[in-house]
T-cell receptor, first 113, second 115 residues
Framework: DVKVTQSSRYLVKRTGEKVFLECVQD?????MFWYRQDPGLGLRLIYF???????EKGDIPEGYSVSREKKERFSLILESASTNQTSMYLC????????????FGPGTRLLVL | AQKITQTQPGMFVQEKEAVTLDCTYD???????LFWYKQPSSGEMIFLIY??????QNATEGRYSLNFQKARKSANLVISASQLGDSAMYFC????????????FGAGTQVVVTP
């Protein structure tokens, strides 16, 4: 079974803090993604990566950056957290052979005070 | 630009009955894929079913089937014989085959299955 894990289920941070959200997948998938989920808006793509050290902007990259130093790990960084970044963050991965099928982690619910 | 619309914010369905979740989409791409995901209260997104725009037959996966009507740009999900465990949020999504990573999601439909 594909397993995508996220470092925290719940996180509370203060405005201005630097926040790291970690995602690890154990199925050697090439593709990895970060989404945020807000009520009434569905999921929106923040960043994705097709390979180590590669990254592409999604639909809402402002205020975020990412890092992919190893194939299995994809980190989302909030350089200076703001209250409008309070959200549910979901990580996903997919194999190059079936890129259309994304496997999601359990999500991190982030509250920025 | 792609857009996914799910007009039903929520619905109740009785156990063992079938339910149809509506999804319409808009795209200028010729080749694309349509997806349905389930999100239980635990938060994890679970892939249910996929339909390619050039697939002639509607996709089926167990109790899930996708009613694909290309001319109407609709991709409704049908869940047959609903079970209590089907209570969840359901998301329709699409992606151009040029860029599989960029999934566009609808706002979701909350389904509650009652005994």
């Amino acid at each position: 079974d594909v397993k995508v894990t996220q470092s925290s289920r719940y996180l509370v941070k203060r405005t201005g803090e630097k926040v790291f959200l970690e995602c690890v997948q154990d199925m050697d998938h090439e593709n990895m993604f970060w989404y945020r989920q807000d009520p009434g808006l569905g999921l929106r793509l923040i960043y994705f990566s097709y390979d180590v050290k590669m990254k592409e902007k999604g639909d809402i990259p402002e205020g975020y950056s990412v890092s992919r130093e190893k194939k299995e790990r994809f980190s989302l960084i909030l350089e200076s957290a703001s209250t409008n970044q309070t959200s549910m963050y979901l990580c996903a991965s997919s194999p190059q052979t079936r890129p259309e099928t994304q496997y999601f982690g359990p999500g991190t619910r982030l509250l920025v005070l | 630009a792609q857009k996914i619309t799910q007009t039903q914010p929520g619905m109740f369905v009785q156990e063992k009955e079938a339910v149809t979740l509506d999804c319409t989409y808009d795209t200028s791409d010729q080749s694309y894929g349509l997806f349905w995901y389930k999100q239980p209260s635990s938060g994890e997104m679970i892939f249910l079913i996929y339909q390619g725009s050039y697939d002639e037959q509607n996709a089926t996966e167990g109790r899930y089937s996708l009613n694909f009507q290309k001319a109407r740009k609709s991709a409704n999900l049908v869940i047959s014989a609903s079970q209590l465990g089907d209570s969840a949020m359901y998301f329709c999504a699409m992606s151009s085959t040029d860029s599989w990573g960029k999934l566009q999601f609808g706002a979701g439909t909350q389904v509650v299955v009652t005994p």
